[in-house]
T-cell receptor
Framework: AQSVTQPDIHITVSEGASLELRCNYS??????LFWYVQSPGQGLQLLLK??????LVQGIKGFEAEFKRSQSSFNLRKPSVHWSDAAEYFC?????????????FGGGTRVLVKP | ETGVTQTPRHLVMGMTNKKSLKCEQH?????MYWYKQSAKKPLELMFV???????ENNSVPSRFSPECPNSSHLFLHLHTLQPEDSALYLC?????????????FGPGTRLTVT
């Protein structure tokens, strides 16, 4: 069965430090990959997506993600975290002919930013 | 109003009550979604409507009944819920029903079943 795993439930990072959030997927073929962010009291917002091509993807709010086929990973990074980046981050995947026309989400990683 | 709005933002209901959640999208999209977000569980897709027709029902109990009267509005009717149904219910919309199109989410309704 298709699945998306985010190994870290919580991460604490100091403001100005770098951030990396891990995401691993299990699919029969390379899926389409997404990162969403959910700020407190808000819905999810798409940060970036990977469909094909360049394996380093740039997104909004200064985030980027790197697709590594050999590791079945799609990790999210930001070089310098701001206090406003405190939120929950969700990795998601989807594939044609797999589990219908829908996204499969990971469990999420909650990011806390220390001053 | 812009984007996707949901009302109410918070709802407390007893197990024998009947209530409805409302979602409205102001984006001109043709697909709308209901998701359930429980603590310690991944986001779960419940229902999908495309052009006002239900196209996906992910084994959701019949105590949840969706309704899509037009492409801008989506309802989730609730009756005889269980405490385990307490969760954040998120509505989303996309231009068309395809995961290659970005989904825009509302802020959710926090439901507590007592």
């Amino acid at each position: 069965a298709q699945s998306v795993t985010q190994p870290d439930i919580h991460i604490t990072v100091s403001e100005g430090a770098s951030l990396e959030l891990r995401c691993n997927y299990s699919y029969g073929a390379t899926p389409y990959l997404f990162w969403y962010v959910q700020s407190p009291g808000q819905g999810l917002q798409l940060l970036l997506k990977y469909f094909s091509g360049d394996t380093l993807v740039q997104g909004i709010k200064g985030f980027e993600a790197e697709f590594k086929r050999s590791q079945s990973s799609f990790n999210l990074r930001k070089p310098s975290v701001h206090w406003s980046d405190a939120a929950e981050y969700f990795c998601a995947a989807a594939a044609f002919k797999a589990a219908g026309n829908k996204l499969t989400f990971g469990g999420g990683t909650r990011v806390l930013v220390k001053p | 109003e812009t984007g996707v709005t949901q009302t109410p933002r918070h709802l407390v209901m007893g197990m024998t009550n009947k209530k409805s959640l409302k979602c409205e999208q102001h984006l001109g999209h043709n697909a709308m979604y209901w998701y359930k977000q429980s603590a310690k569980k991944p986001l779960e897709l419940m229902f999908v409507y495309s052009l006002e027709e239900r196209v996906e029902n992910n084994s959701v109990p019949s105590r949840f009944s969706p309704e899509c009267p037009n492409s801008s509005h989506l309802f989730l009717h609730l009756h005889t819920l269980q405490p385990e149904d307490s969760a954040l219910y998120l509505c989303a919309s996309s231009q068309v029903w395809a995961f290659t199109y970005e989904q825009y989410f509302g802020p959710g309704t926090r439901l507590t079943v007592t």
